[in-house]
């Protein structure tokens, strides 16, 4: 008990040294102006971008709105392995999925959270700082289907604008950059890592770097992370960027609503702050960059969107548009768990010892750098993919820690665990060695939905993922599951005692361990997101009746108003979607202002 509480004195020490020394000043607008040229609502991953880049112009004046406060506010922001920390948090939205009728069986109420940032840098305060952009066929499919100008080709100077990659290898190649704001490196790891890289060379993985030519293969985790902190939209291009005139950051501010002329045109925003309803005109462009969920939801609280749906709501019609459609989720599981008989992962006290904060506070490197202690990512091919396409469906997370060994359990309480299902598959573990792989789907053929519950703009939206409803979502998970359990078969596991756990879920227990019928019950059970909410504003060619934006990021039937943010996406990437969402926001400064700041990439 003893070493336990000192351990977390050590690790509270952390958090007071990082507040204390690290801290920037703030440059926050108390009043706002009557009018600006462009008003930029939600300061997240492409909204951050899209006010730095406009900024950039002393002539037009911009206005950003964030309804959360600011990103230092919270002590736990910056320190990479304290990322769960951040979820259910002031920083966080809180959003709740609706009971899924197909999947998250084995959570309370059959629902998921789904954390959002709120604060400045949105959700890149939350998510485990992976770099991970998504397949090159991604953005070739997004081309073919109406989407000019986003092939992969067009995007990956975007990609490059934004980078400083830290890892000399990969900077030599074409694929990345080293003078953007943007800082992507690698972080230090426990041994097991290696273990399980040569596990994964083994049974055929090619290493890779996933941001290269192939994604097809395993990758060391490339992560947004400066010099041991979390290296957030905020942090890479507000904050340098706040010091300009023309650009006022406004925090607690919740836009509820974009304004029209009777001609369509955008003539500003309301938005409340300070318990207070205000107006704000803008003369050029209002930018819409709140999220999956909260640009769909902005857009049909200013009637914009499905008509029997406004009309339900008595929300005068602006443009019939199927806004919140096409809701596309990442899912994962968690059932490849492996114990080890060497002490070579990452416990809970190793983490809080005095040495490992020594280490972070004097050179920012060692386990509290390490983004949720999340080391590796690889990416596969399942059978339902034809064989001459060579993108991937499947994702396989690699974590160099024992889901289980944590004490607090946070992973319970983040993920809504039902108490019971929780302690059958991973309780009294704490404190053991061992490391976890969490399989997961990419190209989900689900569908969901965004849809309002009122016309109260502080009331969350029914949100409905529609998880697993699609068959070959199931047979995919499934086939990732397989590969997670398949590291028990190789040899480099067995040299370090792997042993994956033989804990069967209670609520599958009449199906045959591991058989398809085990997997489908425990995946259905043990439905768990990975934070990609996308695809809510889609974008599409102009005649394209499912699209709500076109190529542009214009938002159709109306003028003046664009959508930047991951709900443009025509179908989610495969990966991890900070980095897309980066891009978005700077391919959409250019658009905005009708210039190009990229070059061809050279072959």
């Not at 596990?199 to 395993?218: F, H, M, P, S, W």
């Not at 997961?440 to 309002?452: D, E, N, Q, Y």
């Not at 990975?530 to 709500?548: A, F, L, N, Q």
């Amino acid at each position: 008990m003893a070493q336990r509480f000192l351990s977390v004195v050590a690790v509270l020490l952390a958090v007071v040294y990082y507040w204390m020394f690290r801290q920037v000043p703030s440059k926050i607008t108390e009043h706002l102006g009557k009018e600006y040229d462009y008003i930029v609502v939600g300061s997240g991953s492409a909204g951050s971008v899209v006010a730095n880049r406009l900024s950039e112009d002393k002539n037009n004046k911009i206005l950003l709105l964030e309804a959360g406060g600011e990103e230092n506010a919270n002590p736990f922001t910056d320190i990479p392995l304290l990322a769960p920390f951040m979820q259910l948090t002031k920083e966080d939205w809180h959003y709740v999925t609706e009971p899924q009728k197909h999947a998250c069986k084995g959570l309370k109420n059959q629902r998921s959270f789904w954390p959002r940032g709120k604060a400045l840098g949105g959700s890149s305060n939350l998510n485990y700082m992976a770099y991970v952009r998504g397949s090159c066929h991604d953005y070739d499919e997004w081309a073919a289907n109406g989407c000019d100008g986003w092939s992969y080709d067009e995007v990956l100077p975007y990609f490059l604008k934004s980078e400083d990659n830290r890892n000399t290898e990969y900077a030599k190649t074409k694929y990345h950059n080293t003078t953007g704001p943007l800082t992507v490196s690698n972080t230090v790891s426990a041994p097991v890592k290696a273990h399980i890289m040569k596990a994964a060379e083994e049974l055929g993985y090619r290493i890779i770097d996933v941001n290269a030519e192939t994604q097809l293969g395993y990758s060391e985790l490339q992560s947004v992370v400066r010099n041991g902190v979390r290296w957030s939209t905020a942090k890479a291009f507000l904050r340098p960027a706040m010091g300009r005139e023309n650009l006022h950051v406004v925090i607690n501010a919740h836009v509820t609503k974009v304004l029209f002329n009777s001609k369509k045109e955008t003539i500003g925003v309301e938005l409340v702050k300070d318990g207070t309803l205000q107006t704000v005109k803008v003369a050029k462009e209002v930018v819409v960059s709140a999220g999956a969920i909260g640009s769909p939801q902005l857009l049909l609280l200013s009637g914009i969107g499905p008509k029997k749906q406004l009309e339900k709501f008595n929300i005068p019609v602006i443009a019939d548009l199927p806004v919140g459609e096409n809701l596309q989720d990442h899912l994962m599981t968690d059932i490849a768990v492996y114990s080890l008989q060497e002490p070579i992962s990452v416990t809970p006290s190793k983490v809080t010892s005095l040495a490992v904060t020594l280490q972070y506070n004097i050179f920012g490197s060692g386990y509290l750098a390490s983004p949720g202690l999340l080391k590796g990512v690889s990416f596969h091919r399942s059978s339902i993919i034809k064989p001459e396409l060579m993108y991937p469906d499947i994702q396989l997370h690699y974590f160099e820690t024992l889901l289980g060994a944590d004490p607090a359990e946070l992973l319970h309480e983040r993920m809504n665990f039902d108490d019971d299902v929780y302690k059958a598959i991973h309780g009294d573990m704490i404190e053991q060695e061992g490391f976890s792989i969490f399989p997961g789907i990419v190209r989900p053929k689900s569908r969901g939905t965004i849809r309002l519950r009122s016309t109260n703009p502080f009331e969350h939206p029914d949100i409905d993922p529609h998880y697993l409803e699609h068959p070959d979502d199931v047979k995919t998970l499934i086939e990732a599951v397989k590969l997670s359990i398949g590291f028990a078969k190789s040899e480099a596991m067995k040299k370090i005692g792997a042993k994956l756990t033989d804990r069967a879920l209670p609520q599958c227990s009449q199906h045959q361990l591991w058989s398809d019928e085990y997997l489908e019950c425990y995946v259905r059970h043990i439905t768990l997101t990975i934070y990609h909410p996308s695809g809510t504003c889609k974008m599409g060619s102009s005649s394209d009746p499912t699209s709500v934006v076109d190529p542009k990021l214009r938002v159709k039937g109306v003028r003046g108003l664009r959508v930047a943010d991951a709900s443009i996406m025509h179908n989610v990437v495969a990966g991890n979607t900070n980095a897309p969402s980066i891009m978005i926001g700077e391919k959409a400064a250019d658009l905005i202002r009708g210039i190009k700041t990229v070059k061809p990439v050279k072959s």
